[in-house]
């Protein structure tokens, strides 16, 4: 049986940044390993 989508994001683990640790909420479907905070630095 096929899952929504709602309930494949419901079941992701948390993704934690990187660098900070910081649980990444808004970007748990995005394939980087940094929150938005510490990608931005280069
Ligand atoms: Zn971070």
């Known amino acids: 049986m ?6 494949f994001f419901r079941n ?4 934690q940044c990187a ?3 910081q649980d990444m909420v808004e970007q ?3 394939y ?3 929150c ?3 990608d931005s630095i280069h």
């Open 12 to 15: 992701l683990p948390k993704k």
């Open 36 to 38: 938005e905070k510490c």
């Open 19 to 21: 660098v900070c640790k």
């Open 32 to 34: 980087t390993n940094k």
């Open 2 to 7: 096929l899952m929504s989508p709602v309930q």
């Open 28 to 30: 748990a479907d995005c």
